[in-house]
T-cell receptor, first 115, second 109 residues
Framework: GAGVSQSPSNKVTEKGKDVELRCDPI?????LYWYRQSLGQGLEFLIY????????KSGLPSDRFSAERTGGSVSTLTIQRTQQEDSAVYLC?????????????FGPGTRLTVL | EDKVVQSPLSLVVHEGDTVTLNCSYE??????LLWYKQEKKAPTFLFML??SGIEKKSGRLSSILDKKELFSILNITATQTGDSAIYLC?????????WGAGTKLIIKP
């Protein structure tokens, strides 16, 4: 595709529910990143996928968060038993390679609101 | 611990002014430094810098890197209200970008 796409653009859920956020990276990009950005804060790294390698999950804040990337393309970030502090914009980015410093191209983000 | 520090945290100027945004870093295995502009949700790429002393320019925006003193600046001349945004600096290390907290720039008409 022309750019990174994410869905949904907005998600409102009740505390305790599970949510799934989707990211479709730029075609041919092998690296995919998930970030979280709370209101007025900087980008918080969550997880990184590079090709078929095991993902780097070091940024996931708790075991309620998980992500997968199927077929080296589309990725899904799942948050189980959502809490109000999970409210944030979730951004996905992809880059051509996985070398640090490659330009990351961002999707439009999903704004998650947990009531 | 790797870190990227941006200053100022916020800046308010009038249209037509020139602004300079700063980014300093302490990162092992430096690969590159990137500037992004974030207006609503998604950051959009501005510049990638890998070598000291070579200025990158795009219209009224320019940036330069000093790998000896470990900093970069982003200049915006003749600012316009459309330049109002958060400007993010990120430094590439290994497979990650280390992000600064951003500078919130507000341009008053």
């Amino acid at each position: 595709g022309a750019g990174v796409s994410q869905s949904p653009s907005n998600k409102v859920t009740e505390k305790g529910k599970d949510v799934e956020l989707r990211c479709d990276p730029i075609s041919g990009h092998t690296a995919l990143y998930w970030y979280r950005q709370s209101l007025g804060q900087g980008l918080e790294f969550l997880i990184y996928f590079q090709g078929n390698s095991a993902p780097d999950k070091s940024g996931l804040p708790s075991d309620r968060f998980s992500a997968e990337r199927t077929g080296g393309s589309v990725s899904t970030l799942t948050i189980q038993r959502t809490q109000q502090e999970d409210s944030a914009v979730y951004l996905c980015a992809s880059s051509l390679g996985g070398a640090g410093g490659d330009t990351q191209y961002f999707g439009p983000g999903t704004r998650l609101t947990v009531l | 611990e790797d870190k990227v520090v941006q200053s100022p945290l916020s800046l308010v100027v009038h249209e037509g002014d020139t602004v300079t945004l700063n980014c300093s870093y302490e990162v092992t295995n430096f690969r590159s430094l990137l500037w992004y502009k974030q207006e609503k949700k998604a950051p959009t790429f501005l510049f990638m810098l890998t070598s000291s002393g070579i200025e990158k320019k795009s219209g009224r925006l320019s940036s330069i890197l000093d790998k000896k003193e470990l900093f970069s600046i982003l200049n915006i001349t003749a600012t316009q209200t459309g330049d109002s945004a958060i400007y993010l600096c990120a430094v590439g290390s290994n497979y990650q970008l280390i992000w600064g907290a951003g500078t919130k720039l507000i341009i008053k008409p």
